[in-house]
């Protein structure tokens, strides 16, 4: 409420703000175009928070994207005498370009090393910058880039409006993307790229798409500042160009949609007010970025939404009595022909070094039942899910989903069917849980980014109906009440539901669970009980790994249990809780399994 009010005011003055700098200043244009200076800053901004807050990129490129963006406009509007909208355009398509050529060779590379790669492409772009004389004008730039309008100079006003358009595109881009499934597809990647494969995600496109549209928006506030000023030099792309748009991202607040307006806007007016002793400016905005990550880390906007009563903060909700009625949108697996396995592994064998975690293992696991994988520790219970679902390569030994060769990535994997859960909790903790339960739904999406980002009537419909879906199904599983919280709010139990209904989401035909049971409270384990079986009754295969031999004994139909990489036993658990190569392997002696736990 006091932010919507907040909002409108600021979009009134911004406005009417050439209306009231005409009025009350002999100076307008001045300070037209400070606000049209902050306004080209704050789309870098938002550039940069989508690519490091909500994609976990740390990105050094972004003064170098704002450079190739100005150069791009100033060749267009220059070099070609093309208009200023040509321009913008061509300074959107250079962004992109770059930024994802920058991805495309720095796929693998974790965090820190990402952000080195994306430092020594800026040195690379600015250099560029300087040497590729007939494109960029070389050291010197390319100046007389001026916008105009129907043959004349575009007025100083018009251009100031022109950016407002551009920022409020920038901004409502980051929010309609940060809300459509290609935005939760990059935070699942940024949480853990393993966790988004068993989603179906691919890491590799979701960091494509984020970082190309990264690079679009900071072309664009390139190819505006190089009209705003009327030339762009190599210089702009330097790295201390850059250290502004850093302050006001963490100073506004990182991984929030309004905190690069607020954080740049604060640092305009700050630079503003010591105009007069601009040598200070840097030291000025070091001090600050200190300060605010100091006293407030998240940002402003961050700790005021951290500080609201439950925004962002856990809060008690009731305990929920648990429905009986079967939602419809647990999935039912149909047309499934006749002994064939869902998955099927033969011969696998997986060596780490001299480590034989699996030798030979064989295991087929058929639709409609409860397979347990059980023995003791580090037996090769979860590298067999990893070979199952091609973490792991394989050294020797075939993967079958229904009777066809598996896919050789996991994601593709997971897009065939087969779904798994890990034994460390793998919760997008600082999303909401009905947002986890969304990204699970990633793969059955049909819009496109584009549809969501603009909102079109396919991305409705089908928001709304995943939205309908997945707080039908958290109230199958106690969690209704729980939906709008962030995930990290909820207890170990809740949190393991909460990935079993997110893998739930998915619908997958196989579902592979390793040892979802630590940690459970016996409701908790009642619920688990109940979704597998839920989920068996409607033709799933339910794969569980556990060590809870009371709740595995109580729930398989049918249990392969693993020793030392190999294949000790398999059946049903009254054959294996008799089994005296089981028993030794627990006990060491023929004594019941029951005992063993
Ligand atoms: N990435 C790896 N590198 C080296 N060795 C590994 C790796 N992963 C597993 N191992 C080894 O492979 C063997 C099987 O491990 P695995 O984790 O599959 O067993 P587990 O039955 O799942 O054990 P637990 O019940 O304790 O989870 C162990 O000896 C383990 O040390």
Redesign the pocket.
Known sequence: MILGGLAVAAIAVLLAWPAITDYYSYNASYYDGIVASAAISTILTVSLNLSMGYGGMLSMLHSGLQLAGGCATGYIVVKLSGSWLLGILASVAVGTVVAMLVLLVSLRATYLYFGMITLAANLIVVEIGRDWEPVTGGVVGVSGIAPTLGGELMSKQSFYYVVLACLALAYILQRNFVHSGAGRASMAVRESSDTASAMGISPARAKLLLFGVCGGVAGLSGGLYALQLGFINPDVGLLDNGIVFFVGLFLGGISTLIGPVVGVAFVAVLVELIKDQARYTTLVLGVLLLAAMMVIPRGIVGTWKASRMGRDRPFPAEDETLPDEVPDVVPEVRDVPDGVAALEGSGIAKH??G?R?LDGVDVRIMPGTVHGII??????????V?CLTRYHRIDHGQVRIFGAEAPHSAHHVARAGVTRVF?VPHLFERVSVLDNVLTGMRMRESYSWVGAVVRAPSYHRQDRAEREEARELLAFAGLASRADLLASSLSHGQKRLLEVVRAVAGRPKVLILD?PATGLTSDELDALARLCRVLRARGLAVVL?E?DVDFVMGLCDELTV?ES?KVIERGSPKRVRTSAAVLEAYLGRSEPVEEAS
């Open positions: 780490f070094g480590v975690a023995g003791p520790n580090g037996s090769g219970k979860s590298t067999l990893s034994q040892e790994i060590h693993l990489g």
